[in-house]
């Protein structure tokens, strides 16, 4: 029960700030700081609880919102600093490459991962469509291009397959993108 409970990322974290919590209170114990230290909440609350013109404690609540605010306005500023391409890493310029006879394009999550990847035929650049043989055995997907009829490399799987490999391959590329940048 407790490894169970041990290897859950949530109650992990809850395990170990309840041991740093109770080492905490038997540290100011053993130093003799926990006077000092109740002899402040005390005057926190205190302090809370004043009353002038407007009491304290709405003050407090006024500063969530307004704490909430700070948070949006600086993480879009953030997000828009990032997004600058100036600013952008070498490897997050790699939004294209040709894999299985086709050029796949794709954007970066804000996860690192790509994300919205489409095939495209290097003949023509029409958008290419993936078509699965109806084999049970061995299955394959083609790319093929409806415009021009260029065809891909056929790729043993299914579709997931194909989009496990791509992204395998474009992982594999801006790693060594990175590594250069270095």
């Not at 500063?63 to 909430?68: D, E, I």
């Not at 006879?101 to 003949?123: D, I, L």
Request: with cysteine; glycine share 4%.
């Amino acid at each position: 029960m407790v490894s169970k409970v041990w290897k859950d990322p949530v109650w992990s974290k809850v395990i170990a700030v309840a041991i740093l919590a109770l080492l905490s209170f038997i540290g100011t114990w053993a130093l003799d700081l926990l006077p000092p230290v109740t002899n402040g909440l005390v005057s926190a609350w205190n302090w809370v609880m004043t009353d002038v013109a407007i009491p304290m404690w709405l003050l407090l609540l006024l500063l969530v919102p307004t704490g909430l605010l700070v948070v949006a306005v600086s993480s879009a500023l953030l997000e828009k600093v990032r997004s600058n391409p100036e600013n952008m890493p070498e490897w997050k310029k790699y939004t294209s490459d040709h894999f299985f006879g086709a050029r796949y394009e794709w954007q970066w999550s804000r996860y690192n991962e790509p994300e919205h990847f489409v095939p495209f035929c290097t003949m023509c650049d029409a958008m290419m469509t993936q078509f699965v043989s109806p084999s049970f055995m061995s299955p394959t997907v083609q790319l093929i291009c409806e415009s021009c009829g260029h065809k891909g490399v056929e790729v043993e799987g299914s579709r997931g397959d194909l989009k496990r490999k791509v992204i395998i391959n474009i992982d594999r590329n801006a790693r060594l993108l990175a590594k250069e940048q270095q």
